[in-house]
């Protein structure tokens, strides 16, 4: 299957059919998109047993008041290694990955010191491991009603309100969640 939309930038709202439950009412934001493949993050499921300022800490690096960024479940995929998504104004020109729509991806320590020392991107949520699919592999799962997909927006992204982020998502698609179902349609 050859893709016909990139949807780097985007965010995908997993269907309540999800098959994978580590997807299970995820929203998850598209950091790159190709014929290659895809690359993401989930940005609506917190890990609750660490936060920012316990990870920098065993990372080494010390803070006077670590800010407060949420630590998410990024993806299964090395979920050992760290990613920063964050606001357009911060970028390392080795480590930075510019995203359309105002966004950036680093997964350098770097940004983690920059924002220990208040000095970082203005907006930021850190993610464990990532989400990513092989060729062909997301058009497939949209296809058979696994994903919908929305324009990003920094508000749901960046958001602190965890459990709002599904919903808030449907909602910019003018979609209650009253009205999804599970099972695909056929016409």
């Not at 990139?6 to 439950?21: Q, R, V």
């Not at 690359?39 to 300022?53: Q, R």
């Amino acid at each position: 299957m050859v893709m016909t939309t990139n949807l780097t930038g985007h965010l995908l709202i997993a269907m309540p059919g999800m098959g994978d439950p580590r997807f299970s009412g995820a929203v998850v934001f598209l950091c790159d998109h190709s014929d290659d493949g895809a690359m993401g993050l989930i940005v609506n499921k917190p890990v609750t047993e660490l936060s920012f300022a316990e990870m920098i800490s065993q990372l080494g690096i010390e803070a006077m008041q670590p800010p407060k960024i949420p630590v998410l479940y990024g993806g299964p995929v090395e979920t050992g290694r760290g990613f920063v998504l964050h606001s357009d104004d911060y970028g390392d020109e080795d480590g930075t990955m510019q995203v359309p729509g105002g966004f950036g991806m680093t997964a350098t320590l770097d940004v983690l010191e920059d924002l220990a020392h208040g000095e970082g991107p203005k907006q930021a949520v850190m993610a464990l491991g990532y989400a990513g699919w092989g060729p062909g592999q997301l058009e497939s799962e949209i296809a058979q009603n696994g994903w919908l997909t929305c324009d990003a927006d920094a508000g749901i992204v960046f958001g602190r309100h965890m459990a709002g982020k599904w919903e808030a998502a449907l909602a910019k698609l003018g979609v209650s969640p009253l009205m999804l179902s599970a099972e695909a349609g056929r016409a």
